[in-house]
């Protein structure tokens, strides 16, 4: 039976790291993983200008609450699962039919390509290319050797790739403590990305609230995160391979829908100098 929640302590940072996030980009509160951003102010930001966010700034007050508008944010581009280059292909030992191929299915495999193209800086990586080393090592077949269609162990997967994990949160029957979060904003604060597993309910990320017990899973890259001032709230920010598309929920939401976290110990480049 799976635990309730898991929560791996993560070692703390020695160097100057409020000095160096200055020198980043990094435009929240002193001291703590504070910043801020209004959820629809951004939104309408990323939706009117109809691409990737290319970074989250002090604007000088929020005109739609008159908050303080900062923010964190990673330079890791967007990829889609239905891109045409690689929708179609089959994902793992998959043989066809419903729910087979990288488009239907490839979530975690996207979200592992943005991360590894982001930890290297190698952009000629893609799902394709990220799944041949994979099935190289034998990522998609069980501990007996077996094919295991589409699914991977995921540590092993880890190991290929290259990924360097240093914690681990599930939440699985609650909404994620408000201490697991402030864990997570502070591995983004540091320039590290975190691989997250969502809800999904009619679609991806759906804000509507799903019934605990039911996971169904959606793997997503978590990117970065704000503080509005004058609503005293917190948003997220995440890459959804689903949509192809750089996406926002506000902390309630996210900590329900929300329910692992990978936190990796490779800081990647922020989204602006």
């Known amino acids: 039976m799976r635990q309730q929640y898991e929560l791996i302590e993560m070692p703390q940072e020695t160097s100057d790291r409020d000095g160096d996030l200055k020198r980043r980009g990094f435009l929240g509160l002193a001291g703590?993983?504070?910043?801020?951003?209004a959820f629809g102010y951004i939104k309408r930001r990323i939706d009117t200008a109809g691409e990737v966010l290319e970074s989250i700034e002090t604007f000088g007050g929020n005109q739609e609450?008159?908050?303080?508008?900062?923010?964190?944010?990673?330079?890791?581009?967007?990829?889609?699962?239905?891109?045409?280059r690689w929708a179609g292909a089959l994902l793992g030992y998959n043989s066809g039919g419903a729910l087979s191929t990288i488009g239907d299915v490839g979530?975690?495999?996207?979200s592992?390509?943005?991360?590894?193209?982001?930890?290297?800086?190698?952009?000629?990586?893609?799902?394709?290319?990220?799944?041949?080393?994979?099935?190289?090592?034998?990522?998609?077949?069980?501990?007996?050797?077996?094919?295991?269609a589409g699914f991977q162990r995921y540590e092993l997967a880890e190991r290929v790739l290259g990924f360097r994990r240093e914690a681990t949160?599930?939440?699985?029957?609650?909404?994620?403590?408000?201490?697991?979060?402030?864990?997570?904003?502070?591995?983004?604060?540091?320039g590290k990305p975190v691989l997250i597993e969502v809800h999904?309910?009619?679609?991806?990320?759906?804000?509507?609230?799903?019934?605990?017990?039911?996971?169904?899973?959606?793997?997503?890259?978590?990117?970065g995160w704000s503080y509005d001032?004058?609503?005293?709230?917190?948003?997220?920010?995440?890459?959804?391979?689903?949509?192809?598309?750089?996406?926002?929920?506000?902390?309630?939401?996210?900590a329900h829908k929300a329910y692992t976290f990978y936190l990796y110990n490779q800081p990647v480049d922020f989204a602006w100098d």
């Open 229 to 254: 001032t004058a609503q005293q709230s917190f948003t997220y920010i995440f890459n959804d391979p689903w949509t192809g598309t750089q996406r926002i929920l506000d902390e309630s939401s996210f």
């Open 169 to 190: 949160y599930g939440a699985y029957n609650e909404d994620v403590p408000t201490g697991v979060l402030t864990v997570v904003r502070d591995t983004l604060t540091q």
């Open 107 to 110: 979530c975690l495999l996207v």
């Open 112 to 148: 592992e390509t943005m991360l590894a193209r982001a930890f290297d800086s190698n952009t000629a990586k893609t799902p394709l290319t990220i799944q041949q080393t994979l099935l190289d090592a034998d990522v998609f077949k069980d501990g007996n050797g077996n094919p295991n």
């Open 32 to 37: 703590t993983a504070l910043a801020g951003l």
């Open 65 to 84: 609450t008159g908050g303080e508008v900062n923010g964190i944010l990673l330079d890791i581009p967007v990829l889609s699962q239905w891109d045409s």
């Open 200 to 223: 999904l309910t009619d679609t991806p990320l759906d804000v509507t609230k799903p019934s605990y017990g039911a996971h169904q899973q959606h793997f997503c890259v978590l990117t």
